[in-house]
């Protein structure tokens, strides 16, 4: 598939949320409106978004049909909050940490760096009390979120030199969002958010100097390699970030209990399915990046990570005490990381290293 190909709402003129339509109603069949932060059909998370809402169709037999709009058909990807909370759209499908700026407190239902990994996430979000925390922030902007989509661990991002010291950080223009973002900033990165199908022509043009984005999937597929050839691992600012789709809440209450269900069913299967179709398909693309494209695949010096971990403890510590919403999931967040991480290191860690001992 064509890079080009992803790109097609970068050109579009945004058309005003406020245009949008309520939900046309007939015949017990009801026709909703999906935003999201993702190029049309983008493998892996544009193709979970249409996925999803075909679920959703299947599962209410037809009683609820929802047309996907990609990143810039309908609003600015980075305006999908404003347009389901203003009841403009009916749902959104994207990360959460993009709407910071209404709340640090949403990072913590996408991610935050050094934190959980995609299999903790959901054990916090869907036992640990997290839906709970989630449904209580977002009530206060007239949405009902939940996870639908999940993208693994990432990958630390395309640099157009190598990154040997901290020095060599300094002064790049780097695509980095959320939290993450704010870890590199204070590292001496210039880092900027921008959506997924921009990112290419800023990388392009000169505009940032590095970026990361998803992982080798989404990153073979956008064509990062063809101008920035060191790919970086780990990717501790994103260990395991969850999407969700995030409801207008009139909406959400406006259906039938065995809609919700049906609509809580499909999201949880998902997120399951999606997340398999990042770990399958990076296996696959990073072979093909490093075996056909001659990408150069490098670790983070363990100065640069040990850097990395003081600050993003730092950063996190800091927002979760910018308000008392946000205090409160964080202290959730963390009791929960806190209790899984045992378990993890004798479990999931303790294997790894077993089988592959020279990895």
Request: with cysteine.
């Amino acid at each position: 598939m064509k890079r080009r190909s992803f790109l097609t709402g970068a050109g579009l003129t945004a058309v005003a949320a406020s245009t949008l339509p309520a939900p046309a109603i007939a015949a017990g069949k009801r026709k909703l409106k999906m935003v999201t932060t993702w190029p049309k059909n983008l493998p892996g998370v544009g193709v979970s978004a249409e996925r999803l809402a075909k679920r959703i169709k299947v599962l209410t037999e037809g009683k609820l049909d929802i047309k996907v709009y990609g990143a810039g058909q309908e609003v600015p990807p980075l305006q999908c909050f404003d347009a389901v909370s203003s009841g403009a759209a009916d749902v959104y499908h994207g990360a959460e940490y993009y709407w910071q700026g209404k709340s640090p407190a949403f990072n913590f239902f996408t991610t935050v760096p050094f934190g959980m990994t995609a299999d903790e996430l959901c054990a916090w979000i869907y036992h640990g009390g997290g839906q709970e925390l989630w449904d209580e922030l977002s009530a206060g902007y007239n949405i009902k979120a939940m996870m639908a989509a999940n993208t693994g661990v990432q990958m630390g991002g395309w640099f157009r030199n190598e990154i040997n010291t901290l020095e060599d950080l300094k002064g790049l223009k780097m695509r980095m969002p959320g939290l993450g973002g704010e870890v590199f900033r204070r590292l001496g990165v210039a880092a900027v958010t921008m959506p997924g199908n921009e990112v290419y022509q800023a990388l392009e043009s000169g505009a940032i100097d590095a970026t990361e984005w998803i992982g080798p999937w989404n990153d073979l597929a956008l064509g990062f390699y063809q101008i920035a050839p060191y790919y970086y691992w780990p990717g501790i600012h994103e260990p395991g970030p969850a999407l969700a789709a995030g409801w207008n809440l009139d909406v959400w209450n406006s259906f039938t209990d065995h809609q919700r269900t049906a609509i809580e069913t499909a999201c949880a299967m998902e997120n399951d399915v999606c997340l398999a179709d990042y770990n399958y398909h990076n296996a696959v693309a990073l072979q093909t990046l490093v075996s056909e494209h001659n990408v150069k695949l490098r670790r983070f010096d363990p100065a640069i990570l040990a850097a990395l971990k003081k600050t993003s403890i730092e950063v996190v510590a800091e927002m979760a005490e910018k308000d008392p919403m946000t205090k409160k999931i964080h202290a959730s967040f963390q009791k929960s990381l806190t209790m899984q991480r045992k378990w993890t290191r004798i479990a999931d860690q303790a294997f790894l290293n077993a089988r592959d001992p020279q990895e």
